[in-house]
């Protein structure tokens, strides 16, 4: 009997990416499958990044040598709890091997598609984890929780890749180099500035501290001169235009508080599922949207989706603390 292929999943891009890269290597994977494959990669810049973060994912993974492939599987094993050897002559091609060892890798230590890339940065933090770096050319990054980025600097050019998450820079200023943040929403471009600089699914957000940057969105609009106190921001691939904001209130992650005014559910869940273990879905569309205002400690996360849950008559059903769905009552 032939074995029927999976469902199409109804989640994001990256889960739909994920999808077809399962079944491109599968038997089952034919003329019709590939024109649904280029119809859904034509459908939206959103798919199309989600399918290139998915192929160098795979591209890195392809690269890792026997050694470190063995060593993988033995950490996601113990991850797992589980201590049974896979033998590999049961998945005889290496890209099918790297399939269930890709999974489990995200499933194991629950980063989620956002360990894609960060993976193979050259700096990155954990859930709840805060870190400072010092660049070698004088610039400091503090580098938020669930972030990554890769460093890129030579004789012309200055180039940080920030593959996801958020981080603050404060430059070094330095004519003959410019000083760029690369992200898949867009490009920010400064020479001696303090800045902050956010992505998730796609978009772009950018805050100035100090003088101004440059900021080209992916979909081609661009604000030629952020200033000091302005921010600007992408929605669903679309820029934004730029707006005055409180400085304290934005930057307050680096004293380690969760500071919300009037932001849908959906967003503040996005930001306490980086600061907790597991993840957090909300069941109910409306629920997802409605306002929240709060000043949270980012130490207790459990605490902020206490008093929301309360706030807004909310009820939660939790699969173990790593699954938490959220519903009206």
């Known amino acids: 009997m032939n074995q029927p292929i999976p469902p199409f999943p109804d989640g994001d891009a990256n889960e739909q990416a994920e999808y077809w890269r399962a079944l491109r ?5 034919d003329s019709e499958q590939d024109q649904r494959w280029r119809a859904w990669l034509a459908a939206s810049r959103e798919n ?3 399918w290139r973060q998915t192929q160098h994912f795979f591209d890195c993974i392809e690269r890792l040598n026997p050694a470190q492939i063995d060593r993988i599987e033995r950490e996601v094993r113990t991850a797992n709890g589980t201590s049974h050897e896979t ?8 890209s099918l091997r790297m399939l269930p060892i890709a999974a489990c890798l995200m499933l194991a230590f629950g980063l989620g598609w956002a360990f894609s890339a960060g993976f193979f940065a ?8 805060q870190r400072r770096i010092q660049l070698s050319d004088g610039s400091s990054v503090i580098l938020n929780t669930a972030s990554s980025l890769s460093v890129e600097f030579s004789e012309r050019q200055r180039v940080i890749r920030l593959h996801g998450g958020e981080a603050y820079f404060k430059v070094a200023a330095d004519a003959a180099r410019p000083f760029e943040v690369v992200t898949s929403g867009g490009r920010v471009r400064a020479l001696g500035t303090a800045f902050d600089v956010k992505q998730w699914q796609g978009d772009l957000a950018v805050t ?6 440059r900021v080209a969105f992916a979909d081609g609009e661009t604000v030629e001169s952020l200033a000091a106190g302005q921010r600007v921001a992408s929605a669903g691939g679309k820029a934004g235009l730029p707006e005055s904001v409180n400085l304290k209130q934005v930057g307050a992650w680096q004293e380690r508080r969760l500071v919300f005014k009037e932001k849908p559910l959906r967003q503040v869940v996005d930001d306490l599922n980086r600061y907790r273990p597991g993840k957090i879905i909300i069941a109910d569309p409306a629920l997802a949207e409605h306002l929240v205002t709060g000043i949270f400690d980012a130490d207790d996360p459990e605490a902020a989706l206490s008093v929301i ?9 939790r699969l173990t603390d790593a699954l938490v769905i959220l519903r009206r009552q």
């Open 122 to 129: 050259d700096f990155r933090t954990g859930t709840g984890e």
């Open 309 to 317: 849950e309360k706030t807004l008559a909310a009820s939660e059903t």
């Open 87 to 94: 033998p590999a002559r049961r998945l005889p091609k290496r």
């Open 48 to 50: 199309q990044e989600a």
């Open 25 to 29: 290597e599968s038997p089952f994977f």
């Open 208 to 213: 100035v501290y100090e003088h101004s940057v």
